[in-house]
C-alpha cells in the first residue's frame, strides 16, 4: 500500500522568502502526483499536476518536480505572501485510481 | 468552483440517525471518491468509484454505505454513527486512468452526537 509523507508538518516564514515543501512516497509505480492547497475547513484546491512521465510543472510562482525513482517530490514556492497561508497536500495517484495523501504542510507566511 | 458540489455543507445528527451526503460532479468524469478528514490526520481514502464500479473499501465500517448510480453522482449514506466518525467529508472526481487532475468538494462538515 502506498504511503506518502510530508516533512516539514509545520512551515513558518517572514513574507518574501522563497520555501520548499517535500514530499515523498514509497512505490514508484505511480500514474501522477498533484499537489493541492487547503484553506482551514474548506476543500481543496489544485496547484499543479505532475504526469509519472515528467519532471516538473510550473504555474506562476508554483514550481513542482518530481523525481519518481526515488520516490520524491518537491514543491517550490517563490516570494511567499501572506495569502499563501494554508495547509499545502501531496497526493499519489496509482494505475488503480486510488489517490492517496500525505498528512500536509501548514504553511504561515508572515507579514 | 470547482465543479464537484457537495451537499450538505454542514451536517449535525444523533447517532441513531440515518442521512446521506451527496456529490455531484458534471466535469465528465468517470471516477469519484470519498474521503475522511479527521483532525490533524491525513485524508483517509474510503470508497472509489470507476465508471460505477467500487473499486476500493478501506476496510471502511458497514455504518458507512456508498452508493453510485451514475457517473455523476456519489451519495454517502450513513447510519448508527458514532461519535468519532465526527470529521470533514470529501468528494472528489476524476477522469479515470488518465493524467488530469482530480478536483474535491467543499466538503460536508459532519458532528455525531
Known amino acids: 500500500k502506498q504511503e506518502v509523507t510530508q516533512i516539514p508538518a509545520a512551515l513558518s516564514v517572514p513574507e518574501g522568502e522563497n520555501l520548499v515543501l517535500n514530499c515523498s512516497f514509497t512505490?514508484?509505480?505511480?500514474?501522477?502526483l498533484q499537489w493541492f492547497r487547503q484553506d482551514p475547513g474548506k476543500g481543496l484546491t489544485s496547484l499543479l499536476l505532475?504526469?509519472?512521465?515528467?519532471r516538473e510543472q510550473t504555474s506562476g510562482r508554483l514550481n513542482a518536480s518530481l523525481d519518481k525513482s526515488s520516490g520524491r517530490s518537491t514543491l517550490y514556492i517563490a516570494a511567499s505572501q501572506p495569502g499563501d497561508s494554508a495547509t499545502y497536500l501531496c497526493a499519489v495517484k496509482d494505475n488503480n485510481n486510488d489517490m492517496r495523501f500525505g498528512a500536509g504542510t501548514r504553511l504561515t507566511v508572515k507579514p | 468552483e470547482t465543479g464537484v458540489t457537495q451537499t450538505p455543507r454542514h451536517l449535525v445528527m444523533g447517532m441513531t440517525n440515518k442521512k446521506s451526503l451527496k456529490c455531484e460532479q458534471h466535469l465528465g468524469h468517470n471516477a469519484m471518491y470519498w474521503y475522511k478528514q479527521s483532525a490533524k490526520k491525513p485524508l483517509e481514502l474510503m470508497f472509489v468509484y470507476n465508471f460505477k464500479e467500487q473499486t476500493e473499501n478501506n476496510s471502511v465500517p458497514s455504518r458507512f454505505s456508498p452508493e453510485c448510480p451514475n457517473s455523476s453522482h456519489l451519495f454517502l449514506h450513513l447510519h448508527t454513527l458514532q461519535p468519532e466518525d465526527s470529521a470533514l467529508y470529501l468528494c472528489a472526481s476524476s477522469q479515470g486512468r488518465e493524467p488530469t487532475e482530480a478536483f474535491f468538494g467543499q466538503g460536508t462538515r459532519l458532528t455525531v452526537v
Open positions: 512505490d514508484s509505480a505511480i500514474y501522477n
Open positions: 505532475i504526469q509519472s512521465s515528467q
